[in-house]
Every structure is written in structure tokens, then in C-alpha cells.
């Protein structure tokens, strides 16, 4: 299979491609501003943590019952989720701050999630913002088994009401990036993403193997050591907490491409996508409640996903600024702007794109759209 590009032909989506670009730096250029974060993305960074650390240390020193201490996971959950998307997500892009240094540091707090930079920066960073929604190349569609989020994914029955029990299974996705970090870290270094980016296999899987090893003597030993807590209970929260904090990221993603109206793309025999890069994303990506300004604060502006994955060099606290700029551009060159106005809107369309796609075929799907 030769490497997978994009070929366009026609002049309008080029032609946007270069305007919305244009059209976007403009607007930091006229208004004299940083395309980073600011103090205030600080100040959220720092409410983020302190809702994960500041219950753990509760939990640790202070005497308590096993219902508070499990409510405590749950905040420690929404916490977790909250330095995710909020102050990871930026920072691993390269956005959160000026200073590379900062960007390093807040990169690492994907380490209090149980994942792995390198390996984020793969599936995510390269993979999933190049080649979003194309089958073979996008993982965040490939096939899971019990869940189907492509059309070109193969059916089953289990498949029938997915819409119902994908939701359990979204909450295990921190836990299952911790489980599986290792063998997708050998993948990448067996199909040469190691060597591309001059990386010592050896020395990340020894990294690899030290932190989350760390990470789990802290979330687990430790407070069976300190706390007094017996070992099933605090393994209850520590899944408690990765639950949770994996049901809000999963949704909050879902809602941005497995949604009615978003496009996915077949892997081109060819290697080549006959489409404007910048037009595939408009087609494979949809905002969602955009004027809801505490989701956009503490999903760290996700729900602005088009604005992301156009210019994810840009922090997400400009992404409400932007987006108008954005929705005016593809509309001057007839480009589709998708955007649920709400959250529940989104969501409701993410369950019946879900009820279609566990119960309809490809060809079906095929088939429906071209009538």
C-alpha cells in the first residue's frame, strides 16, 4: 500500500484551504495577539489538578468511610478528565504555551492519565488529525470489537444495541489506553514511527514500564499503605475515578465526529484521498454547543472541534473568536460548517449514528446516501 495523500482537483477547496488559513492568522494579527494560551488557561490548569490531587491527599491523611472516599474518586475523575482535555490535549499540540519547556511539562500530566506521550502524539497528534475518519488510518474508528464507529468496519450482532452499551464501554477507555500502551508502543516502533521521530525503542518501553509502574504503586499500594483502606476498596476507586474521567473524554470526542452528517472516507487503494486536506476535515468533523461557555472552558474548547482540527497549533481559548471566521469562510466557498447547537442535540445525534451504524451494513449506508 503506497503512502496515503491527499489530491485535490478542484480549485474552491484550494482556495479555501489558503483562505481560512489567511483569514484566521489575520485576525491574531490584527488583533495583536498570541495564538497561546494565557493566565487564565494557567488558572484553569491549576483548578484541575488541585481537583484531582487535593482528594487524594484527602484520602490519604483523613479519616473517612468508604462512600466518601468513593465520591472523592468521582472527583478525582472529573478532574482527571479536565487536565485531559483542558490542559494535556493543548499542550501536547503545542499550543498551550509560548514556551516549549511549559508545553513539556503539561504535556506530561498525560501520565496521571496512565498514557504515554510518544504514544498520544502518534495515534492522536499524526494519525488522527491527518487522516481523520479514513478507515485503516484514523485508530479512533478502527474496529472495536464490540463497538463499530466506521462503516467499513466489519458487523455484528453484538453491534445491535450499541447505542445502549457503548457507554459502559466508553468509560474503560483510560484503562484500556494503560492495558494497551504497551503492545500499541511496539506497533508503532514495528511499522518505523520510532525511527521517523528518532526514538529509542528500547529506552521509551523502559520508560514506559517505570511510569506506569510508579503510577500504579501511587494510585493503589500507596493508599492501601497509608490510608487503610483494604486493597479491593481502593481498586474500586481507582476504577471509579478512571471511569469516570474516561466516559467524559470518550463522549466529548464522540461528539465531534460520530455524529448524523459527518463523512468517512474507504482507504484509497490508490494511497491518494481526492480531496482539499482542510475540506476533509470540515467534512469528517462537527462542532457542538458552542455557546455553552462552561463546557467550552472545562472541555478545553473540544466542542469546537472543527477550529481544532484546522489549526490545532492554535490554543483553544481563542477557538470561540475563530470560529465565526471559520463558519463565514466555508460558507464564501460552499464548504459544509456542521454544528449541533447543543450538547443534548449532539448527543441524541451521536446515539442514532451509533443505533445506524450497529444495525445498517456499509452497503446499506452506501446506498442511502446516494438516493
Known amino acids: 500500500m503506497k503512502p496515503t495523500k491527499f489530491s485535490c482537483t478542484n480549485t474552491a477547496h484550494q482556495q479555501f484551504g489558503v483562505a481560512v488559513k489567511k ?3 489575520n485576525y491574531f494579527k490584527e488583533n495583536n495577539i498570541s495564538t497561546k494560551g494565557d493566565t487564565g488557561l494557567i488558572v484553569k490548569s491549576l483548578i484541575m489538578l488541585a481537583l484531582y490531587i487535593v482528594p487524594f491527599v484527602c484520602i490519604l491523611t483523613v479519616p473517612m468511610d468508604g462512600w466518601l472516599a468513593l465520591a472523592l ?5 472529573i478532574g482527571l478528565s479536565g487536565i485531559g482535555m483542558g490542559v494535556m490535549h493543548d499542550a501536547v499540540h503545542g499550543s498551550y504555551s509560548e514556551k516549549e519547556w511549559l508545553n513539556k511539562w503539561m504535556g506530561n500530566t498525560i501520565y496521571l492519565l496512565g498514557d504515554n506521550v510518544f504514544n498520544w502524539k502518534i495515534q492522536h497528534n499524526v494519525l488522527h488529525h491527518t487522516y481523520t475518519s479514513v478507515d485503516g488510518l484514523d485508530e479512533d474508528i478502527a474496529d472495536k470489537g464490540v463497538i463499530r464507529l466506521s462503516q467499513y468496519s466489519p458487523l455484528r450482532k453484538i453491534h445491535y444495541y450499541q447505542h445502549i452499551h457503548s457507554f459502559f464501554f466508553y468509560g474503560l477507555m483510560t484503562i484500556s489506553k494503560f492495558v494497551k500502551g504497551f503492545g500499541q508502543l511496539v506497533r508503532y516502533n514495528r511499522v518505523g514511527y520510532m525511527e521517523k521521530y528518532n526514538i529509542n525503542p528500547v529506552a521509551e518501553m523502559a ?28 481498586v474500586l476507586g481507582f476504577l471509579s475515578m478512571h471511569f469516570v474521567a474516561g466516559l467524559i473524554m470518550s463522549v466529548v470526542f464522540q461528539l465531534a465526529h460520530i455524529v448524523e452528517g459527518t463523512e468517512e472516507e ?11 486536506w482542510a475540506v476533509h476535515e470540515l467534512l469528517t468533523t462537527s462542532d457542538f454547543a458552542p455557546h455553552n461557555r462552561f463546557l467550552t472552558w472545562y472541555a478545553g474548547g473540544l466542542n469546537f472541534q472543527v477550529e481544532h482540527h484546522l489549526f490545532p497549533s492554535i490554543c483553544h481559548i481563542h477557538y470561540p473568536k475563530i470560529a465565526p471566521i471559520v463558519e463565514q469562510t466555508a460558507k464564501e466557498y460552499g464548504i459544509p460548517y456542521l454544528v449541533q447547537p447543543t450538547f443534548g442535540q449532539a448527543l441524541a445525534s451521536h446515539i442514532r449514528k451509533l443505533k445506524e451504524l450497529g444495525q445498517t451494513k456499509k452497503v446499506e449506508v452506501e446506498l442511502a446516501m446516494a438516493s
Open 266 to 276: 474507504g482507504l484509497p487503494e490508490d494511497g491518494l484521498i481526492e480531496n482539499n
Open 73 to 77: 474518586t468521582v472527583i478525582m475523575g
Open 207 to 234: 520508560t514506559m514500564i517505570a511510569v506506569k509502574s510508579v503510577y500504579l504503586f501511587c494510585c493503589i499500594v500507596l493508599p492501601v499503605l497509608i490510608s487503610g483502606f483494604a486493597v479491593w476498596q481502593t
Open 23 to 25: 483569514n484566521v492568522y
